[in-house]
């Protein structure tokens, strides 16, 4: 009997009951006997060199176990340094400190508030140092963050393209495509303008936790981490074991965003309880996570040649990535993302040069968007200042350039599956863009904006999932995904239980653990619909041959209508035995040469997002009230409607906070001053639109299990623009450096109006 | 190149160090957020009806959470009764009680001590009812223990020996073999005699523990336990749940012995968790070990014809075990142990009559062994008697019946890698049996015998094992088999190693979790070297053909000396990836005919054990003083020679206490008299003979893992009757009723001396 259609459903959230009532597993939660509390003791200044750590009063005090400083850490781990990219990061700071908040030492009590009192006890003397903080200046600084440049990492190709010696730049990036120079020289029109983006910070609600227990020959390491197999891999290197002695285990996560990926806390824990001989957990307040991982301020000049047709012809980028103190995975934002700085249109000419910066900024890694909202920040608010210019209607003057099925993006690559147009179609559409828009009356004027991003996916990584099958027919699918909430768990569900014909509410999905579950590369940048997916599919349709093949051995005709338990009864005499579904998945990939940063593949499938916003703007106070957002994209073909519209939203809603309300502020001694909730200010369900509207165009990513393809942060990649460009519309106004404040716009509305108020 | 081969080594087990230190994980030291302590109400008598349960003096004291009954257990569980053979055992007692600490209600509370002092406030009221104690009485005594039989259990055929209605009959096996009757009504000589062994119990010194969380949706069981498949799959059934949402994981075992077999505590902590909605758990006391499963006291009558050459032409057995009050795995025990009760003799004519009755005793179930240890106690002492009547050496009239290679054994199985007569060879030349032997002087008397036992390995049974190999080439094995003491993880580290190539030391063994190592009947009967070896050989050889293919696919040509590692490397372009390797293996069986228990495929594999002794007895005291103990054993190859010595010591050992010192004992009205270790005596290292020696005899097990069979139970087989035969050479007595103990030692030399004591 065919059960119905399991992909396509709108199934909620196989783990919506637990978290109602309190039940899913949280690490925050895990307690284990003897477990030490550890709490860190963080540097006050930005750049320095430590002159003496005095521990005295803290190791006296009662219930204090140890304070542990990175003298200790290396007589374990000789070379303590860890990182994606570069193992440029030290687990407590060796010698010197280069962020502020940079953990120094750790002190562990069995009662976390004593660990937490006896920190305050740690004396740290620094001689302090000049700070560099701005990514345009770090590069041409004197001042250098790190002396001499780490460049081994995880990703070979990233090696090649690390470090200039006695400089911050981490990577440069460059792309060269037809001849820009020329194209320039030639150009009716040249349009080149300045964008930044501010740092902000990834907020999972769920701080950053992990507590390992050691042993001489094992470690465990329980961690709200986003890439289990990153950590196992990376644990194992750094302690010179074999990575079957590593074990890392994950359990729901209270969000990650990027935050939680690579290592964060791991290493630490697993330093401390090695030393400690005791489980130690740290988990972080709200605070440290200010101090622990940011999304990357960024710089880009952008600009452009455009012929009297309205069409592009050349565009020249730049863009400067601030990566703090330590790589993590900026480099390759800078190199992921830079391929697309150019926007989703097709210009015959382009130049890109994508550059990776060491400050003295807390470091900068993977966020929602991985660097393509900075860039669409970028390309679509230049996008509409050119259409304005020309006097050309956006819409219209994106379609003239769009970059359409068929041909190829900067890189070269031909695109296939990557609905541009139609994304821009139903955005104008939903829109209504062609019929008279209401302007409003008084001093509220009302505007409206578009824009429009995409991304590659991050390649070439590899998935590995197990599906098994018990003697009652009931399925568990084992893989190295993480649900973060982004509801991967219901979509491996709905994979598997397609394949097998069963109810997708029935599958029991078992959560990363690497002693058991099989390898995955990590929980990001929307791939784990694509890859991990598409291992689940095959390994449950492993799991279905395997099923046909023992039927066949019982004798029975092939389509036989005989229920999987009843095979397994036959088998084995009674309710035993277990069936082994396995995959794994690895998208074929071509890396860009790395003189042109050319190739014919340079993604497994793109994501395709749009972004239309009409809104308010009170010219007297500079307030913004958004009316509507409107989110459309390509995310093939969705698997579960309703959880693909909740992403779509959620993105959308996150980056409506990067861009109206978030900034970390630091002052001229890189000093954070808003590292709490009270100042640093996320969006609320006041400040969200009236109507949020989101959905999906009718498309297919072919190689995608059935169709689809990821939908994590397509939502995130217009909202910046298309809100800068609708108050544009709105009051004719210019904003270009995030985030659109009321201060700011009313500054830039006096500015227009010629008052000096601007000016201050 | 090629490791040292890694099966036949005497590698230190795997665990050894964190044993020592302290560090393997137990499931006594597990304890959870919100966790409560169950602590058991249990009947003071053995046989009774339930008038009135008043909890309400421990419902009211401060700290108690619940007192459940079997009242709430129905609530969410409508027909609460488990086990393995028959679904007989409620989870806590239903209307009546039928054995002395039968569990009748739960108090929980979050602090044990609480709970344990509620639990004193619990008042039940009983109609006591008669009760049945002995097996042999049991057979036809009006006295019921169970109104009605369940003959409904995970073993199909066990259902079509069970039960005979209004009796305490739980199971008839029947063997026939040839005329028996014939045989012996032309017979030269007939003897019969009659034996006994005692109830005892396992004594893990872990002793049983389970903790379960539980939601509406899912229950996860920590538990000590040698089977956490079937406990999967029972309390699956219980719940009407599927698999897959029942999960249980075991850590280390402190010894489990069949102790730790099926449903223990964990149905009982199931409904608990469920009932109050926190983790539950529940741990015994050494004493209420005692209550909860012991080895079958049993009764033996053996009657054999044996012709002028010293030939036995026929044999009949009568075996009655008493099984207690719940038959648990005991219809196995009389089924599968019965059909070798004729011994390892060739013998034409056959007849076995095995009956499992129901008792008011405590469950008796599986205990090393298997009932094979009471039966070759009857059998080699009859064998001894038979000799010493016909005047022939024992050895040499053993020599002339012995069942050899390809001759059928009583069920029609023809014998194939037993090496029964090599092992009696052996036996004899360790003993220097041909020499003269020092008879001592004075009241202290030497003796010496032997005696010789096999058992079939319980069929059909199934394993399936996953064997990962991590993307820097270092291996797991996933799998269901539990270590409790016995090395098995040792063992399959080796098997996985000799097949990959990898030193044995560097295999990690993943310990079960039924969310993720696959399916295996349970840790028992010697079964795991031979099934879950094999698997797990296979698995790894599933595991190495994909490396040869990922090789291949690599377009490296076969045999290329590449490390693991870079094979990974050159697939994934960076440490990534995992290798599975899958199989499941099931030994080929034939189930016995119902009506004459004879089949063509008894057993997968046969295991052979002999026991030579070397004794004083003080025949003014009885006291015996053990001089040597001798074990040799047909193991197949031994895939660890140190560990198999200690197994087959460690067996002996075991059996020598319940040889000489450990006896439950009941009163008149079913009280057990000594449970506790101040009464019930197991041997410490004073009662150790002064030379303990065990070897095998050079063989292979064909279609065993590199020639390895199971190995855990062989040294218990011939250790009662050798020890009684020996005592017979020593002081000339006789004595048929287990343990050996020095007072009935001394009544028998002072009856056989005509001394009225004897009478007592």
Known sequence: MRAARQVGRSLPRLEARAKVTGRAEYIHNLQLPGMLYGKLVRSP???????????????????????????????????????????????????????IGEPVAAVLAADAAIAEAAAQLVTVEYDELPGIFDEVEAATSPVLVHEALKPAGTFADLKHLGGKRGTNVALEFRLRRGDVERAFAAAGQVFEHSFRSQPVMHTPLEPMVALAEATEASVTIHTASQSPSFVRIEIARLLGWPENRVRVRTAYLGGGFGAKLYIKLEALVTALALLARRPVKVSLTMEEQFYTITRHACTVRIKSAVDRDGRITARRCEVWWNGGAYADIGPRVTQKSGFTAAGPYDIENVAIDSVALYTNRPPAGALR??????????????????????????????????????????????????????????????????????????????????????????????????????????????????????????????????????????????????????????????????????????????????????????????????????????????????????????????PPDLATGLTDNATPFWMVGATGVELEVDSETGRVRLLRLVTVADVGT??????????????????????????????????????????????????????????????????????????GESGTFGVSPAIANAIHDAVGVRLTSLPLTPEAIYRAIRAAAGDSLAEE
Chains 1, 2 share one sequence.
């Open 638 to 711: 969705p698997l579960n409607p309703r959880i693909v519209e909740t992403q779509l939203s959620g993105a959308a809603i996150m980056q409506l906070g990067f861009t109206l309300l978030e900034s970390m502020e630091f002052d001229r001694d890189g000093q954070l001053k808003n590292p709490s909730f009270a100042d640093y200010k996320i969006p609320g369900l006041g400040d969200l639109p009236a109507r949020i509207e989101s959905e999906t165009v009718a498309a297919s990513q072919h190689s995608g299990p059935f169709g689809a393809k990821g939908v």
């Open 369 to 590: 968007g991985f660097g393509i909202p900075q860039l669409v920040w970028a390309y679509e608010s230049h996008t509409d200042l050119i259409a304005r210019a020309l006097a050309l209607d956006p819409v219209e003057f994106r379609r003239r350039n769009i970059l359409r099925e068929g041909r190829p993006q900067a890189t070269g690559t031909v695109m296939r599956d990557a609905a541009i147009a139609a994304v821009l179609e139903r955005l104008a559409q939903k829109l209504e863009w062609g019929r008279p828009f209401e302007r409003g009356t008084g001093p509220v004027k009302r505007g409206r904006g578009i824009a429009l991003g995409f991304k590659a996916s991050i390649s070439p990584t590899a998935s590995v999932a197990l599906v098994t099958i018990a003697a009652d027919g009931s399925c568990a699918v084992q893989c190295g995904t993480v649900d973060m909430g982004q509801g991967s768990d219901t979509a491996m569900a709905q994979i598997a239980a397609e394949v097998l014909n069963l109810p997708a509410e029935s599958v029991r999905i078992v959560h990363p653990d690497t002693d058991v579950t099989p390898y995955d590369m990590a929980t990001l940048g929307s791939r784990s619909t694509f890859h991990m997916g598409n291992a689940v599919k095959r390994a449950a349709e492993d799991a279905r041959d395997k099923l046909a093949a023992l039927a066949a051995e019982l004798g029975l005709p092939p389509g036989a209508n005989v229920e999987i338990a009843e095979l397994f009864r036959r088998r084995y005499g009674m309710q035993a035995g277990t069936i082994i579904g396995t995959a794994s998945f690895l998208p074929s990939y071509a």
């Open 45 to 99: 200044i930005a750049h320095g060199t430590i002159r003496r750590i005095d521990a005295e009063a803290a190791r006296a005090m009662a219930g204090v176990h140890a304070v542990i400083t990175s003298a200790e850490v290396r007589q374990i781990i000789p070379s303590p340094y860890y990182g994606p990219a570069f193992h440029d990061q030290p687990i407590l700071a060796i010698d010197k400190v280069r962020h």
